[in-house]
């Protein structure tokens, strides 16, 4: 018989990815709570739903997230909505006899000033980037927690930290999202809109990584059949590129011609977050999506939802 996998967060990018990627294999039987069926915040909800659905896997993919001037801006609401979720689903899990449950967090939980590229030992080594200290501290938290079940009760609670993720199903708020989607959703709207000039936040300068979320996914199911994980693994592309080329190549994506040009007034955030996968690739996962390639699915699938009024933007 299959096994009943949880996907918590499934109507987000990544649980939707996810999703599609357990229907393709087949290789689980998903069980699913939309937010009107199951708030993940209540915590009386989610160990009635996780005694009743007896689940034996669980993914965490739920999360609030949002880019460097949301997690800014919101610092409370990363922190305690991010923690009350940790919680709520591993201590559930846990009452509910989940063997297996698989915490996603993200690159952010390393020190500003980590060694690059950021091998998975340089956690709390140092100072974080302040920009995105609550959400970190709440997915370190979350991290930790999870190792801290697997040692004392003997369950395989273990977790995988993402490093930037894009594509289909992303937010593309001008505002809260982060800066592939923001991106794609300025330079399409310049183009049609015929304007002379798109301006970027920052200095241009910062480097960062990106992975496509289908590969994401990929990685999460993959890591589900190691036998021994470690606590911990990073997942990530493997080369980062600076704001300023990533920019250059949405503008190319979606054919925008005009000037890019700079909004020093908005944070760079941290300068450089390029993750170590070396432990993660020695299990035998490679990520298959080039981000030149992944624009344009991005760019597709932001088509798409705009034209059938699905664009998500919160
Ligand atoms: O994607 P982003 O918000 O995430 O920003 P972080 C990355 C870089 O892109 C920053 C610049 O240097 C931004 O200043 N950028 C340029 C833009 N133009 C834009 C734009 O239009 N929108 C956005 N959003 N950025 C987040 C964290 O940090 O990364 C989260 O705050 C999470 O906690 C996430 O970890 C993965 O990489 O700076």
């Given at each position: 018989?299959?096994?009943?996998?949880?996907?918590?967060?499934?109507?987000?990018?990544?649980?939707?990815?996810?999703?599609?990627?357990?229907?393709?294999?087949?290789?689980?039987?998903?069980?699913?709570?939309?937010?009107?069926?199951?708030?993940?915040?209540?915590?009386?909800?989610?160990?009635?739903?996780?005694?009743?659905?007896?689940?034996?896997?669980?993914?965490?993919?739920?999360?609030?997230?949002?880019?460097?001037?949301?997690?800014?801006?919101f610092p409370a609401d990363?922190?305690?909505?991010?923690?009350?979720?940790?919680?709520?689903?591993?201590?559930?899990?846990?009452?509910?006899?989940?063997?297996?449950?698989?915490?996603?967090?993200?690159?952010?939980?390393?020190?500003?000033?980590?060694?690059?590229?950021?091998?998975?030992?340089?956690?709390?080594?140092?100072?974080?980037?302040?920009?995105?200290?609550?959400?970190?501290?709440?997915?370190?938290?979350?991290?930790?927690?999870?190792a801290a079940y697997r040692?004392?009760?003997?369950?395989?609670?273990?977790?995988?930290?993402?490093?930037?993720?894009?594509?289909?199903?992303?937010?593309?708020?001008?505002?809260?999202?982060?800066?592939?989607?923001?991106?794609?959703?300025?330079?399409?709207?310049?183009?049609?809109?015929?304007?002379?000039?798109?301006?970027?936040?920052?200095?241009?300068?910062?480097?960062?990584?990106?992975?496509?979320?289908?590969?994401?996914?990929?990685?999460?199911?993959?890591?589900?059949?190691?036998?021994?994980?470690?606590?911990?693994?990073?997942?990530?592309?493997?080369?980062?590129?600076?704001?300023?080329?990533?920019?250059?190549?949405?503008?190319?994506?979606?054919?925008?011609?005009?000037?890019?040009?700079?909004?020093?007034e908005k944070p760079d955030?941290?300068?450089?977050?390029?993750?170590?996968?070396?432990?993660?690739?020695?299990?035998?996962?490679?990520?298959?999506?080039?981000?030149?390639?992944?624009?344009?699915?991005?760019?597709?699938?932001?088509?798409?939802?705009?034209?059938?009024?699905?664009?998500?933007?919160?």
């Amino acid at each position: 018989m299959k096994k009943r996998l949880f996907i918590a967060g499934h109507t987000g990018m990544v649980g939707s990815s996810l999703v599609r990627a357990v229907l393709r294999t087949g290789a689980y039987e998903p069980v699913l709570a939309t937010r009107r069926e199951l708030d993940l915040l209540d915590s009386s909800a989610v160990v009635r739903f996780m005694e009743e659905k007896r689940p034996d896997i669980v993914i965490f993919a739920a999360a609030k997230v949002g880019g460097i001037l949301s997690n800014s801006t919101f610092p409370a609401d990363f922190l305690y909505d991010n923690l009350v979720l940790a919680t709520n689903i591993v201590h559930a899990s846990f009452q509910a006899g989940v063997q297996r449950l698989l915490f996603l967090g993200s690159s952010c939980i390393y020190p500003k000033f980590a060694p690059q590229p950021i091998p998975e030992n340089a956690l709390l080594t140092g100072a974080l980037e302040e920009t995105n200290e609550a959400y970190a501290i709440a997915k370190i938290a979350g991290l930790k927690l999870c190792a801290a079940y697997r040692k004392q009760h003997g369950v395989l609670f273990h977790s995988a930290m993402p490093t930037n993720l894009y594509g289909e199903g992303d937010n593309y708020h001008p505002n809260h999202s982060h800066v592939i989607p923001g991106l794609l959703h300025r330079f399409h709207s310049a183009k049609e809109n015929r304007l002379p000039e798109v301006a970027i936040w920052g200095s241009g300068t910062p480097r960062r990584e990106f992975l496509y979320v289908d590969d994401l996914a990929s990685a999460c199911l993959h890591l589900l059949t190691l036998e021994n994980p470690p606590d911990w693994l990073n997942v990530g592309y493997g080369s980062d590129i600076s704001i300023l080329e990533l920019a250059s190549a949405v503008a190319r994506t979606v054919g925008y011609e005009g000037r890019i040009v700079l909004d020093s007034e908005k944070p760079d955030g941290t300068p450089r977050k390029l993750l170590d996968t070396s432990l993660l690739r020695a299990t035998g996962w490679a990520p298959k999506v080039a981000l030149e390639d992944g624009l344009v699915l991005a760019h597709k699938a932001y088509e798409k939802a705009k034209a059938a009024g699905q664009l998500r933007v919160h």
